[in-house]
Structures are given as C-alpha cells and as structure tokens.
C-alpha cells in the first residue's frame, strides 16, 4: 500500500512538473514572439535561450548562436554551438562556427569550417574566403587554386565589401580575386615577383579605383623595389 501511494506521489508530481513546463514554454513562446515584434535582439536571445533550455532542440541551438554571430558576439556564439568540425552539423552551424573562428583571428581553425561549407556548396563567395584565409595560413597552393575558380566562375555583378577603412566600400568580387593573386604571387618569392604581383594589384585597381588595400599594397610592394643608384 505504501509502496502505491508513493507511485501515486511521484506519478503526481512529473504531472505537476510537466504541467509547469508546458506553462513555461507558453510563457517564453509569447514572450519571444513580442521580442521580435518589438525588435529587442537581446530580448528575442534570452527568449530563445529559455526556450532551448525548455525543450532543447538543434535548430533552436543554431539560431540563438546565429543571432550572436549577427550581432558581433562571436565568442558566444562558439561557445552555444562549439569549436569543432561536426559531420552532422547543419549548414547554418558550419557557417557560424566559420564565420566566428575567422573574426577571432583563428585561420587554422576556420579553414576547416569553410572547408566543409566549400564541400557541401561551391561558390565564389566561399572561394574568396578560403583563398584569404589559406593566404594568411601560407599555403599558396590551395590559395591559388581557389584564387583560379573564383576568376573562372564569378560574374561581374558580384560584389565585395570591405571594412579596412573608416567607411566601408564594395567592389567587384573580381578585383577581389585579382587582389588576392597579386599577393600570392609576391608571397611565392618576394625578390623576383613583385613587378608581377604589382600588375595583378592595377588590373584590380582599373576595376575599382576605390580600392583601398589593392591601392595600398601596390604602394608597399613598389616600396620594396630596389632604387636606383644615383649618378654623381
């Protein structure tokens, strides 16, 4: 008999519990729909987070560290979905942890991430970052490669943004790729390649003479040249 009642008693109280739960959950469903309503990004985070604590689910998990990457939290993001390379990770997942990785300054770690993207998805977009990001790593050879199908496939409505300046500018993705292989070429030897390399860095800048780190590196490579010995 008292074994009974306490089977009553626990059976009572996961009635109870998931009654709270399922009052919780409305809870937080209404107040996460109001957050985005009212366009509170950190109200429509700590809705989310309390729902995936709730009921967790892997694409609540993606979308709460993809609203950190948006707003710049990059070390929560990472730390909502991890660090490591997943087989069964979805693509927005593979895409955050890549995207963050970068903006921390962590190359080695990234190129994995947009490695896999590349895999799943090839596009232009992906090539640049993975040439820039091999560049930084100095492997040429795979830079270069990616470098060579972003010039073979891009179109020339694509553009690039970028946000070394004070005020960010865009230009064609291509004058992107041609930046890119000036300075690979001057990396695959720095005493003989520079004329090379500044070549690619003027095709780049005749696409777009706004651009600023095309126009800059052209500058520090024409620096490097030796100057000719003057006459007595």
């Known amino acids: 008999m008292k074994n009974l009642i306490l089977l009553v008693g626990i059976a009572f109280s996961f009635h109870v519990q998931a009654q709270n739960n399922?009052?919780?959950?409305?809870?937080?469903?209404?107040?996460?729909?109001?957050?985005?309503?009212?366009?509170d990004m950190q109200g429509i985070i700590n809705g989310l987070t309390h729902l995936n604590i709730l009921s967790p689910s892997a694409a609540r998990q993606d979308t709460l560290a993809y609203l950190y990457m948006n707003e710049g939290k990059f070390v929560q993001a990472l730390n909502t979905i991890g660090v490591d390379l997943m087989a069964d990770d979805s693509d927005m997942a593979v895409e955050i942890k890549a995207v963050s990785l970068k903006s921390l300054n962590q190359p080695k770690l990234a190129v994995k991430q947009f490695e896999e993207l590349f895999k799943r998805t090839q596009n232009v977009t992906l090539a640049y970052e993975l040439a820039e990001l091999y560049l930084q790593n100095q492997n040429l050879e795979e830079a270069s490669k990616q470098v060579e199908y972003?010039?073979?496939?891009?179109?020339?409505?694509?553009?690039?943004t970028y946000y070394e300046s004070q005020q960010p500018y865009q230009v064609p993705l291509k004058a992107g790729f041609l930046y890119l292989k000036g300075l690979i070429v001057f990396n695959q030897d720095k005493e003989t390649n520079i004329d090379t390399a500044v070549t690619y860095l003027e095709q780049a800048l005749t696409m777009a003479p706004n651009f600023n780190l095309a126009y800059v590196s052209r500058n520090a490579l024409l620096g490097q040249k030796p100057q000719p010995s003057k006459k007595d």
């Open 22 to 39: 399922q009052e919780l959950l409305k809870h937080y469903e209404a107040y996460y729909k109001q957050m985005k309503a009212q366009g």
């Open 150 to 160: 972003g010039l073979l496939h891009v179109q020339d409505n694509m553009k690039k």
